[in-house]
């Protein structure tokens, strides 16, 4: 999954150019044939379009600012899905790991939901930092805890 985030990220830093796969690996510092591999994958699934012969190689076939990250995070790596906790003890009862788990896998993926590739783009580029606004409610007093409002 990473190394096909680094791909789009090198790609959409010139988003009508097209970049040879020895490019794009000597860019993020990968191999090619592994990389070859995630570009075909990016390449059937739409995010990539691969254009042959002089001058060629790959480039983005999507508007950064209109593609959301759930769905490139999807294509690479799911589907995703919240598995709280695995410990056998813990199957079939409620357990205040799981459910937390489960929580934060949701906050994550409504985080992926609401940025876009234009948004990754500007982190890739710019190093901006990344904040995935949480919020820790303890249901039996109803109320939020200061201090545990973010994450960075």
Known sequence: MLLGLHALGELAKAP???????????????SEPHLSKVLQHLNKGGLVKSVRGPGGGYRLNCVPSETPLYPIFELLGGPFESRGCRLDGCRGKKCF?????DELSRAFFRYLESRTLADFTSYYLHGTDVSIEISVITPSLGQKHPGFGHIN
């Open 97 to 101: 790991i799981g459910n937390m788990m």
């Open 16 to 30: 009508d150019e097209c970049l040879t796969t020895q490019q794009v690996a000597a860019a993020i510092g990968t």
